[in-house]
């Protein structure tokens, strides 16, 4: 929007200049055709007011900057290679670094509105650890305490030795820490033994022998930790080939045939075998409950085993623990054979193949028996409550979605601080049918309207209430997401998940993942980011405006569909608010320069035409036009692009609202540009004016040599050198981060145009090149007349008062965080002990609430006994205007500690 609007300008202003080209030819023009004639094909004023919009279209052309896209792309690349060299972005444990995989995207890190996230792998570490199972009704994994009652693990509970019960295959990692199940195995029992039989066999899971050892390679963590399970417990998966399984059972190998594998996708969300030892057909199955239990055999007994079988699931999952259930069934020799036949006729047919596939699937996998369930823990990810609880405060919403079940999606919400007691409500959307699941979205809608306004805007708590308390929360199962994503549903869905503060999306398929990252980025006109893991992932990092890839444990699929890269989920608060936002403001910044530079070099062509007769002609030396935006203004700009930073990245990262400007695109937008062209024109006015009415007023006899340096070659050289000073003066004021490379590009640039002019016009050059070099003499004649030094130290003056004065006033009027903040920062050097005086906030805007903490669990543990939140930080609000004598009390905010403002010494 900004090019089509200087290029509109461009052409308005030459559209203006050809006009009055052509009324100055045709009053004035014909007096000088003696010197000045007229092209013999071009023999009226309209015809050379046509040539000259064109000329002037040559001569401005650095209106359109040309060369601001190749300075961009610079700007990006050094800011990628930033992100890659930020050590504290390097994760240690498997030496990975962050990695940005693209230059295109960086201030858009800067303007993120809305984060999805996985939480496998991504929230997680992906790490799994098989803790509880549920046998025949029997729950096993939880230690006894002296009264025999269930009790919690602790760092002092000892798990139990499997060296006497399986000595040679036992693994010292795997920890269990009930007894009973060894003594249940001990004793021979069938359903026990069916239960570590199935795992053993129903896995896509790799032997490998090393040195003696036995070692398994799994395609996720999941089915590595059931394996080893398995092993542990007396069934020990040995090794596989296309027809046979080998595994010991109880210490006697045994061999099954493998007759058919039925895989595992995101649609099916089970696997099966089907194998045969002794001639007898057995078909293992494990799978999501709500797949499994739909396909049990109804009897009596297998409904008292589902109902007792499915409150141990939702106690697991409360526990935040990801859950299987397992089942089988024998399959007589004919039902197999005729299966066969429609497995082979689906496999081999060359239309709809997986489809069919399907379907044959599901026609063996019916009438299964129920065995029991699986409770694996995945441990959340260091540090994840604090990023979340950061990212919120800086007005991200972060969405999670999840492939899980329900309970242990919204376990994990509370336990990441995506969730919290203080709610006023969280909103369950769950029904089986489009209009449940409609009456359901719209009495969320009716419940938002009533507590929050119609529009949206936030109603005031009242003065003993939590401003939390007006926070709202949704959760959708698969199940009513696949309706709410329909034409019909999708922007009453959109309108109340935006409007509450966390989003959670459980048992969701890739594809649904990618759905709701298209409705918001597609609807809401905001920036948009996800971030996962694994492959299910994909689809929903390649949708995202931004994709953000986690390197763990599913492989490198994601990381290599990804934007940017990095290791831990933590990490991503820091790529966004400080890299992302730095991002943002160099940029801005760099390009309201850059646009300031450009318009105030080329408007001088404009002030300048009324007074050559608008003949296009230039007003500089050509050579200085050749090399302005690289040699005497290019290195100042890039170092602002890649430097410069207002607050350091402990402020960033402390005072999270710190990243709201770019949310609101208020770094550079329309308003914004308006007001650089102002600044613009009042730097040509001064620039060119001065000079032009110093020069005609400079008549005195003893100007050097005896000459009047009066002349246009003269008055280039006032305004080329005046120019070049003036706008690296503007950088340096408002370079907010001084390194040696600053004071070298933009001190080093103005030294550097006088000695070039000093060489470039000598005798000795003059000699070798006297066609080109037109200005030969008037630099030395110029810089000698102590005018024209007198001419730069008053336009340097004004265009200097000018900045200062509008800094001043928006700093007093509308100050913003960062200026708040750099505030605190000059009155804590300002004394001798650093601490700032403490004092009673003013009346006015009030200071928001202290965030609640809550304790992490242990070890990572996702108890519903103990959510977690923890809040180091509480929230700076944005003060609009208050007097500067009252700034003091902002050091309190944040705690009884002044703000930590130590000189930032880069990334």
Known sequence: MSLWLIFLLLVIMCFVLAICAGAWESNYGYYFQIYLPWPEEFNNSAMLAFLIFWGYIILMNTVVPISLYVSVEIIRMIQSWLIDWDKQMFYSVSETGAHARTTTLNEELGQIEYVFSDKTGTLTQNIMTFNLCSIDGVVYGLPLDKAGQPCDITESTKPVDFSEFNPEWYEDSFNFYDQSLLDTMATGSKEANDFFRLLSLCHTVMADVRDTELLYQAQSPDEGALVSAARNFGYVFKSRNPSNITIMEGGLEATYELLCILDFNNVRKRMSVIVRKDNVITLY????????????????????????????????????????????????????TEWRKKHHAASTSLVDRDAQVSEVYQLIETDLELIGATAIEDKLQD???????????????????????????????????????????????????????????????????????????????????????????????????????????????????????????????????????????????????????????????????????????????????????????????????????????????????????????????????????????????????????????????????????????????????????????????????????????????????????????HSYPHSYQGYVANDADSLATYIAAILVVVVNLRIALDSQYWTWISHVFIWGSIILYFLVQAILFSTKLFNVLPTYLTFYGVHDRVYRDPLFWFCLLLCTSLVTMATVGHRWILQECMPTLSDELRHINSKRSSRSDGRLPVAPPPAGPPFAPATPTRTPPASGNLSPAAPTCLRPRKTYPVVSAWPVALRAPLAAVGGTNPVPMATPKGV
């Open 383 to 697: 540090r994840v409550p604090e990023a979340i609880a950061n990212l919120a405060d800086a007005n991200i919403k972060i969405w999670i979605l999840t492939g899980d079940k329900q309970e242990t999606a919204i376990n994990i919400g509370y336990s990441c601080c995506l969730l919290h007691d203080d709610m006023q409500e969280v909103f369950i959307v769950s029904g089986s049918t489009k209009k449940e699941v409609s009456t359901s979205l719209h009495e969320a809608k009716r419940t938002l309207d009533q507590t929050l306004g119609p529009d949206g805007v936030k109603i005031l708590p009242a003065p003993h209430e939590d401003a939390k308390s007006l926070e709202f929360a949704i959760v959708l199962p698969g199940s009513s997401l696949a309706f709410a994503l329909e034409d019909d549903l999708k922007m009453l869905l959109l309108e109340t998940a935006c409007r509450c503060k966390a989003v959670i999306c459980c048992r969701v398929t890739p594809l649904q993942k990618a759905l709701v990252v298209a409705l918001v980025k597609e609807n809401k006109g905001s920036v948009t980011l996800a971030i996962g893991d694994g492959a299910n992932d994909v689809s929903m990092i390649k949708t995202a405006h931004i994709g953000v890839g986690i390197s763990g444990q599913e492989g490198m699929q994601a990381v290599l569909s990804s934007d940017y890269s990095f290791a831990q989920f933590h990490y991503l608060e820091r790529l966004l608010l400080v890299h992302g936002r730095w991002s943002y403001f160099r940029m801005c910044k760099f390009l309201r320069y850059f646009f300031y530079k450009n318009f105030s070099f080329s408007l001088v062509h404009f002030f300048y035409a009324f007074y050559c007769g608008f003949s296009a002609q230039t007003v500089y030396d050509p050579i200085f036009i050749m090399v302005y935006n690289f040699l005497y203004t290019g290195l100042p700009v890039l170092g602002l692009g890649v430097l410069d930073q207002d607050v350091n990245d402990k402020i960033c990262l402390k005072y999270p609202k710190l990243y709201v400007p770019g949310q609101l695109y208020s770094g550079f937008n329309k308003k914004v540009f308006v007001l650089v062209i102002l600044q613009s024109v009042f730097t040509s006015v001064v620039v060119f004016f001065i000079p032009f009415g110093a020069l005609c007023l």
């Open 285 to 336: 199955c494990k799978g999501a409950d709500n797949v499994i239990f739909e396909r049990l055999k109804k009897s009596k007994k297998s409904e008292v085993l589902h109902d007792t079988t499915l409150k141990h699931l939702q106690d697991f999952a409360s526990r935040g623990l990801r859950t299987l259930v397992l089942a089988r069934r024998n399959i007589g020799a004919d039902e197999f």
